[in-house]
């Protein structure tokens, strides 16, 4: 199932509507301002092992938290000064921050070094279904073999829509992955470059 959701100004019902589908259990998929993403609520154990098994990754796959602001970040990692004034500088926008996870992080998303990636997408609709959901939704590209990455909706219904609860319309979106900086010390370390400018 497609749905077109306005992306300047998100419909509440159609929000509301793939928010329902969040807290059923289903995994969604959905335009950032990256690449797509396939999602589900952070809080949902089932959930999230559909959606590891619908990306067909391994457990020790890293996959990243969705947040409507840096405010929700605050709840799920520990910001220092200069990673704060880093992370208010560029967001929301095309970066996922590595940061020290606190409590509120489930073990099972966890790296060895108990570090959590983070981001704030410049995306009304992300934003908007983070901040009805409640809770972060756990995220990771619709990159999935043997059909490498979804660029159009249409791609991800026709190949994934029995799996998922819907596919959220974003339109044909260029490989661009999000800008990878590693704020878990006071300077900020570029893992990988990406849509996002870094300077450092």
């Not at 990673?83 to 996922?96: I, N, Q, S």
């Not at 791609?155 to 974003?170: F, H, R, S, T, Y």
């Amino acid at each position: 199932m497609i749905l077109s959701i306005n992306p300047q100004n998100p419909q509440a019902r159609l929000i509301r509507k793939v928010v329902e589908l969040l807290n059923n259990g289903e995994v969604i998929a959905m335009p950032t301002d990256s690449v797509y993403a396939l999602g589900c609520r952070l809080s949902d154990k089932k959930a999230i092992t559909r959606l590891y098994q619908i990306k067909k990754a391994d457990k020790f796959h890293p996959m990243s938290l969705l947040c409507a602001d840096l405010k929700g970040i605050a709840v799920y990692a520990h910001v220092s000064n200069p990673a704060y004034k880093v992370m208010r500088r560029l967001l929301p926008g095309p970066y996922t921050f590595i940061l020290s996870a606190t409590r509120e992080v489930p073990e099972r998303m966890l790296t060895r070094q108990r570090t959590v990636g983070l981001r704030v997408p410049d995306n009304l609709v992300v934003q908007d279904l983070v901040r009805e959901l409640g809770e972060p939704i756990l995220a990771t590209t619709a990159e999935i073999e043997p059909f490498g990455l979804f660029l159009e909706a249409e791609d991800i219904d026709l190949q994934l829509g029995k799996q998922l609860g819907c596919v959220i319309e974003g339109g044909i979106l260029p490989d661009e992955r999000s800008t990878i900086i590693d704020l878990t010390n006071d300077e900020p370390v570029l893992v990988r470059p990406g849509k996002g400018a870094f300077e450092g």
